[in-house]
Nanobody, 129 residues
């Protein structure tokens, strides 16, 4: 039902920026929660950021501590697209980035992978130091 396709990954030097996009189809933007996760080689998939829609064109943002102040999550319902603006990138940000959609109604659980039931295939972001 909900199809997610990420794009915008690439290779950048430390301190640079990348803007990831997640094009959605179906009723993805009718779901209350949209998020970004990332996974580095040999590591567990970890939470990056999430949007929880709380009213018409109103939403709350949540971020993992390592990306606070550097990354910004946003969405454009008219374009059915989710974004992740990543600035001041560090080598430790190198990972496959995944877009996800879920039905959670609580901001307290946005970092839990199990609340998301639709996932994209990922886009690679590589930061050289």
């Amino acid at each position: 039902q909900a199809q997610l396709v990420e794009s915008g990954g690439g290779l950048v030097q430390a301190g640079g920026s990348l803007r990831l996009s997640c094009a959605a189809s179906g009723r993805t933007f009718s779901r209350p929660t949209m998020g970004w996760f990332r996974q580095a080689p040999g590591k567990e998939r970890e939470f990056v950021a999430a949007l929880t829609w709380i009213a018409t064109y109103a939403y709350a943002q949540d971020y993992a501590d390592p990306v606070k102040g550097r990354f910004t999550i946003s969405g454009d319902a008219a374009k059915n697209t989710l974004y992740l603006q990543m600035n001041s990138l560090k080598a430790e940000d190198t990972a496959m980035y995944y877009c996800a959609a879920g039905t959670s109604l609580s901001r307290a659980t946005v970092s839990d992978r199990t609340v998301y039931n639709s996932w994209g295939q990922g886009t690679q972001g590589t930061v050289s130091s």
